[in-house]
Nanobody, 113 residues
């Protein structure tokens, strides 16, 4: 079972930036695509960014051009660079390997207007 630890969240003003990190335990990381998910208050968890094992990246329309997902297989870590943050980006952010159903505790991102 993979363990996931997200970090880097916080309170930021609109227009600001944050960089989220997610460290995954075990050998699954390098062989699995990874996703960053967001759960806004009162809403379902949604996938906002994904990166494949060959570094192909996809984004939900709402974050295109503002968020960048990347991975470092040597560190078993996936990142989410978030720029030009908006209040609607507020939520708990989670990472998850596509080949696992394990979730971490998430990291809270709050964007004030």
């Amino acid at each position: 079972q993979v363990q996931l630890v997200e970090s880097g969240g916080g309170l930021v003003q609109a227009g600001g930036s944050l960089r989220l990190s997610c460290v995954a335990s075990g050998s699954i990381f390098s062989s699995s695509g990874m996703g960053w998910y967001r759960q806004a208050p009162g809403k379902q968890r949604e996938l906002v960014a994904a990166i494949s094992t060959d570094d192909s990246k996809t984004y939900v329309t709402a974050v295109k051009g503002r968020f960048t997902i990347s991975r470092d297989n040597a560190k078993n870590t996936v990142y989410l660079q978030m720029n030009s943050l908006k209040p609607e980006d507020t939520g708990v952010y989670y990472c998850k390997p596509f080949s696992s159903e394990s979730w971490g505790q998430g990291t809270q991102v709050t964007v004030s207007s």
